[in-house]
């Protein structure tokens, strides 16, 4: 995010390895990757972990949105969705959008101004 630490970072420095936020009116948890790996992941694979949007968001998202879909074993709709949607979201996709969503992003506050 512009060559300087997101605000994520700079939570994470103030608060430790694994802290809790609010991101869009829900508090979440932020863990270092290390974390992660070390208790969670083998956890996820097994499809112990469920994502968890409140209601609003769920709706917002959809039934069938990769973000509320459960993934790791068991997780058969997320891995289909995932392959469908894996070549449209490559780093070089990305960066070939990036001038559309800064365009996008510069209208919305010009106009929230």
């Known amino acids: 995010s512009g060559g300087g630490r997101s605000w994520l970072r700079h939570l994470q420095a103030k608060n430790g390895h694994a802290f809790v936020f609010n991101l869009l009116f829900v508090n979440r948890v932020a863990i270092d990757y290390p974390l992660y790996v070390q208790y969670m992941q083998r956890l996820e694979l097994q499809g112990q972990l469920r994502p968890l949007f409140s209601r609003s968001m769920q709706k917002l998202l959809g039934r069938k949105s990769i973000l509320t879909l459960p993934g790791g074993k068991?997780?058969?709709?997320?891995?289909?969705?995932?392959?469908?949607?894996?070549?449209?979201?490559?780093?070089?996709?990305?960066?070939?959008?990036s001038p559309q969503v800064e365009k996008m992003c510069r209208i919305v506050l010009e106009q929230m101004a």
Not at 74 to 97: D, N, S
């Open 74 to 97: 068991g997780g058969k709709l997320h891995t289909k969705v995932r392959q469908k949607i894996a070549p449209a979201l490559t780093q070089h996709q990305m960066v070939l959008m």
